[in-house]
């Protein structure tokens, strides 16, 4: 049989993904890291992006995003039901956990697995060190269609520029870059009225476990994917609280 990997971090969505896509295929292990250290990251941002800007996405997320997480709670729960999902704890039997996957020890773990084929889900990006040590086709699951909305949130930047039809999932090839990888195939979604930022990474975990259910026996047989992807290409960061506000307010996009 061949091996499948699926390396993440762990979280819910972590574990609704690894739930539905066990329902079309096997995983033989399941290789968790840990978070990404939050000073050294707003660091990094401040250089990018200024510090106004990061300014407004912490706001965003310590009080607009966490409210909307409580107040989202029974879409959330609607959402699962209606998918048959727990989520279900990770099986501790198959997990293998590091402080990164670009660690030395990180890389170490995922070359002794010898995968046929590994799947990314929610992780930091990967150094090419990383992608070498696979020693297999690497497929990362993307909340957005790349490589238009690359980065974070792709669902609900396309809302909020206006390109509902271009609300959807990705499942891409992975290279060195953020999310520049070939798309493989590509699903869109059409969220409810009652769908917000919150509830949009539930319906686009769900949907992405299923694409990847359907394309996964090809990936494995070696078989050459490639979606029909949008020309333009542009990375995507958190809202700061304004810019959701405003466009809450003039789009209806919450």
Same mark, same amino acid.
């Given at each position: ?25 096997? *995983? ?8 990404v250290?939050r ?20 706001? *965003?997320?310590?009080?607009i ?14 959402? %699962? ?18 402080d ?8 170490r ?39 238009? /909305?690359?980065?974070?949130h792709?669902?609900y930047?396309? %809302? ?6 271009? *609300?959807?999932?990705? %499942? ?27 509830? /949009?990474?539930?319906?686009q975990?769900i949907?992405?476990?299923?694409? %990847? ?23 995507? /960061? ?5 810019? /959701?506000? *405003? ?8």
């Amino acid at each position: 049989m061949q091996k499948v990997i699926l390396m993440a971090q762990d979280s819910e969505l972590t574990r609704l993904f690894y739930e539905l896509a066990s329902r079309d295929m096997v *995983f033989d292990r399941i290789l968790l890291e840990g978070p990404v250290e939050r000073v050294a990251m707003a660091r990094r941002r401040v250089q990018r992006l200024g510090l106004p800007t990061v300014v407004g996405q912490l706001l *965003f997320q310590l009080v607009i995003q966490r409210g909307l997480a409580k107040l989202s709670r029974g879409r959330i729960r609607q959402i %699962l039901q209606q998918a048959g999902a727990g989520p279900a704890p990770l099986p501790p039997e198959k997990t293998v956990r590091v402080d990164s996957f670009n660690s030395e020890a990180g890389r170490r773990e995922l070359a002794l697995l010898e995968a046929d084929l590994v799947v990314v889900h929610g992780t930091r990006i990967l150094s090419q060190k990383t992608i070498d040590a696979a020693g297999a086709p690497m497929v990362n699951f993307h909340a957005g269609v790349t490589p238009l /909305y690359r980065g974070v949130h792709g669902g609900y930047w396309a %809302l909020a520029r206006g390109d509902a039809e271009n *609300f959807g999932v990705t %499942l891409h090839r992975i290279d060195a870059g953020i999310d520049t990888g070939q798309p493989l195939a590509q699903q869109r979604i059409e969220p409810g009225p009652g769908d917000n930022f919150a509830t /949009y990474p539930y319906l686009q975990t769900i949907a992405g476990a299923r694409l %990847l259910g359907r394309v996964a026996p090809a990936l494995l047989r070696g078989e050459s994917l490639a979606a029909t992807a949008p020309a333009e290409s542009r990375l995507w /960061y958190h809202p700061t609280v304004w810019q /959701y506000c *405003f466009t809450g307010l003039t789009r209806g996009v919450w």
